[in-house]
């Protein structure tokens, strides 16, 4: 089994920032793509960012710019740094990872982020 645990959620002000963690543990060989999606109240759950093995971000428009996302693959973790925090930007964030010994890819169980205006 493979746990994904996210982390560094929070409450902040419109324009403030935060970072949030993925931690991958278990029957881990190795992770190929590892990706941030949000799912706020009433909407699908949409990808934020996600990243190769080798370190090539790819970004949904809504975060170009403003997010940076990273990974170290000798910690099996990932991050995501969340700068100019937009109330639009309020979901639970979950942490994705696709193994490349695996059928199916796994989630973390989500870490709120709130932005107040």
């Known amino acids: 089994q493979v746990q994904l645990v996210e982390s560094g959620g929070g409450l902040v002000q419109a324009g403030g920032s935060l970072r949030l963690s993925c931690a991958a543990s278990g029957s881990i060989f190795s992770i190929n793509v590892m990706g941030w999606y949000r799912q706020a109240p009433g909407k699908q759950r949409e990808l934020v960012a996600h990243i190769t093995r080798g370190g090539t971000p790819a970004y949904a428009d809504s975060a170009k710019g403003r997010f940076t996302i990273s990974r170290d693959n000798a910690k099996n973790t990932v991050y995501l740094q969340m700068s100019s925090l937009k109330p639009e930007d309020t979901a639970v964030y979950y942490c994705?990872?696709?193994?490349?010994?695996?059928?199916?890819?796994?989630w973390g169980q989500g870490t709120q982020v709130t932005v107040s205006s």
């Open positions: 994705n990872a696709d193994l490349v010994n695996s059928d199916h890819g796994y």
